[in-house]
């Protein structure tokens, strides 16, 4: 009988197949879970990488196809795949190399959830207000980071203004807004409110970081992002900043905006991101005397989680004081947390806090800064992906320019 392969011979094989991303093999970085040989030459191998229905994952799957298939002595070979652990994306942005931030930034931080959308205008802001709110009014340490640096809204939102102290260590003070939730935005270092901002690329990437790094965070449950609408840019900077972040993705319910919305889970599924769930938003809307419109349509909020196999955290009903809660920064879940939409809201929270908390939240150790994407997959046919998001948010056209390093603005002691 032909000697079958060896477990030794596929590993090795395995050593040839490199990540895009990092530049190393999947040995090397240590994601194969698993590798099986049969006595009949059938070869199953299991990697702990990306999202189901991830690009990355149809790329290894393809590779590793075709290098054990050509071993000889395998008769087929299957790839399977496994979410990483916290602790496995925490090692691959180490191994990896990622521009991560320095050691100990965001120690205390045992969650961060980015709030992200396809298009403008679908609620991220008021639900990363009041998630963060209701958070906290579910007993967690909450903190609402605006990382939509363009269009900065959260401050209003919370109903928090002024310009943050700097500790002894140099560190910058969030400030607190009501039930104690810490909040942290470029509104804080502008001379004036209203304030137009220019920045893109580099300087996006930096001032994030800097909010990541140089804010005084403290222990905290949840961080909760408000990104911009069309998420490129921002994306690429948290994935490399905070691998074990995860998003949540906002729609709107009617198809078309579904589709919008599935966009943006695909960038995050590029940049290897987890989706906690679907947040399903200004659906339907009921009249003092109990009748019900669908203004919006119907279904796309459960239509995008089974599509991306996550679950659909909540549907928040349109509701008037919830946008008037947000314009006058006060947020609806503690102004008037029997509201339906507060009801609503607060059920997404819990079905934050029931995931899977993950224990030890740290981040990569700083890398030269590169944000230059790594060779694609060396195989025929690999797609690398495209730089940047088709719906990234344009600059402002006008307004007066911010110039210099960020957060480098005028602090007070
Ligand atoms: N469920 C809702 N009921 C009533 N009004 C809502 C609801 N959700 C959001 N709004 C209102 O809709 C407007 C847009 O919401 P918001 O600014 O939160 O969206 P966004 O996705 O952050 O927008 P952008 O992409 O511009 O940042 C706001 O005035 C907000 O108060
Ligand atoms: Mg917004």
Same mark, same amino acid.
């Given at each position: 009988?032909?000697?079958?392969?060896?477990?030794?011979?596929?590993?090795?094989?395995?050593?040839?197949?490199?990540?895009?991303?990092?530049?190393?093999?999947?040995?090397?970085?240590?994601?194969?879970?698993?590798?099986?040989?049969?006595?009949?030459?059938?070869?199953?191998?299991?990697?702990?990488?990306?999202?189901?229905?991830?690009?990355?994952?149809?790329?290894?799957?393809?590779?590793?196809?075709?290098?054990?298939?050509?071993?000889?002595?395998?008769?087929?070979?299957?790839?399977?795949?496994?979410?990483?652990?916290?602790?496995?994306?925490?090692?691959?942005?180490?191994?990896?190399?990622?521009?991560?931030?320095?050691?100990?930034?965001?120690?205390?931080?045992?969650?961060?959830?980015?709030?992200?959308?396809?298009?403008?205008?679908?609620?991220?802001?008021?639900?990363?207000?009041?998630?963060?709110?209701?958070?906290?009014?579910?007993?967690?340490?909450?903190?609402?980071?605006?990382?939509?640096?363009?269009?900065?809204?959260?401050?209003?939102?919370?109903?928090?203004?002024?310009?943050?102290?700097?500790?002894?260590?140099?560190?910058?003070?969030?400030?607190?807004?009501?039930?104690?939730?810490?909040?942290?935005?470029?509104?804080?270092?502008?001379?004036?409110?209203?304030?137009?901002?220019?920045?893109?690329? %580099?300087? $996006?990437? *930096?001032?994030?970081? !800097?909010?990541?790094?140089? /804010?005084?965070?403290? =222990?905290?449950?949840? +961080? #909760? @992002?408000?990104?911009?609408?069309?998420?490129?840019?921002?994306?690429?900077?948290?994935?490399?900043?905070?691998?074990?972040?995860?998003?949540?993705?906002?729609?709107?319910?009617?198809?078309?905006?579904?589709?919008?919305?599935?966009?943006?889970?695909?960038?995050?599924?590029?940049?290897?991101?987890?989706?906690?769930?679907?947040?399903?938003?200004?659906?339907?809307?009921?009249?003092?005397?109990?009748?019900?419109?669908?203004?919006?349509?119907?279904?796309?909020?459960?239509?995008?989680?089974?599509?991306?196999?996550? %679950?659909? $955290?909540? *549907?928040?009903?349109? !509701?008037?004081?919830?946008? /008037?809660?947000?314009? =006058?920064?006060?947020? +609806? #879940? @503690?102004?008037?947390?029997?509201?339906?939409?507060?009801?609503?809201?607060?059920?997404?929270?819990?079905?934050?806090?029931?995931?899977?908390?993950?224990?030890?939240?740290?981040?990569?150790?700083?890398?030269?800064?590169?944000?230059?994407?790594?060779?694609?997959?060396?195989?025929?046919?690999?797609?690398?992906?495209?730089?940047?998001?088709?719906?990234?948010?344009?600059?402002?056209?006008?307004?007066?320019?911010?110039?210099?390093?960020?957060?480098?603005?005028?602090?007070?002691?």
């Amino acid at each position: 009988m032909d000697a079958v392969v060896t477990s030794e011979q596929v590993r090795e094989v395995l050593g040839s197949v490199v990540d895009p991303e990092r530049g190393q093999s999947v040995v090397d970085l240590g994601i194969v879970r698993s590798v099986d040989v049969a006595d009949d030459g059938r070869v199953a191998v299991v990697l702990a990488v990306g999202a189901p229905g991830s690009p990355i994952r149809a790329q290894y799957e393809g590779v590793i196809r075709d290098r054990v298939g050509a071993l000889h002595g395998v008769s087929s070979v299957t790839v399977g795949f496994d979410l990483p652990s916290a602790e496995e994306k925490e090692a691959l942005g180490k191994r990896g190399q990622k521009g991560g931030l320095p050691e100990g930034a965001l120690a205390g931080v045992k969650n961060v959830i980015c709030v992200a959308s396809g298009k403008g205008g679908v609620g991220k802001s008021t639900l990363t207000a009041n998630l963060a709110a209701a958070l906290a009014a579910e007993g967690k340490r909450a903190a609402a980071l605006d990382a939509d640096v363009w269009g900065y809204s959260i401050p209003r939102m919370l109903g928090v203004h002024g310009r943050p102290t700097v500790n002894a260590d140099r560190k910058i003070n969030p400030l607190e807004a009501a039930a104690g939730v810490k909040v942290m935005s470029i509104e804080f270092f502008l001379e004036a409110q209203d304030q137009a901002i220019v920045w893109r690329g %580099p300087m $996006l990437h *930096k001032a994030i970081k !800097q909010f990541l790094q140089d /804010v005084e965070w403290g =222990e905290v449950d949840f +961080l #909760v @992002l408000d990104l911009p609408p069309g998420t490129g840019d921002v994306s690429m900077t948290l994935a490399q900043l905070i691998p074990s972040a995860r998003m949540v993705i906002v729609t709107t319910p009617q198809p078309a905006a579904q589709k919008v919305a599935h966009r943006a889970s695909e960038l995050a599924r590029r940049f290897d991101l987890e989706i906690a769930g679907v947040i399903e938003n200004m659906s339907g809307f009921t009249t003092p005397s109990g009748e019900r419109f669908t203004i919006f349509g119907e279904g796309g909020g459960q239509l995008l989680a089974d599509e991306l196999d996550v %679950p659909l $955290l909540a *549907k928040i009903p349109l !509701q008037e004081s919830l946008r /008037v809660g947000a314009d =006058e920064g006060r947020p +609806l #879940v @503690l102004d008037d947390p029997h509201a339906p939409a507060s009801q609503s809201i607060r059920q997404a929270a819990r079905g934050l806090i029931a995931m899977a908390p993950i224990p030890a939240f740290e981040v990569p150790p700083a890398a030269p800064a590169s944000s230059g994407r790594r060779s694609a997959l060396p195989t025929a046919g690999a797609q690398k992906p495209p730089a940047e998001s088709p719906d990234a948010a344009p600059p402002p056209e006008q307004g007066p320019k911010v110039t210099g390093t960020p957060l480098s603005l005028p602090l007070s002691r």
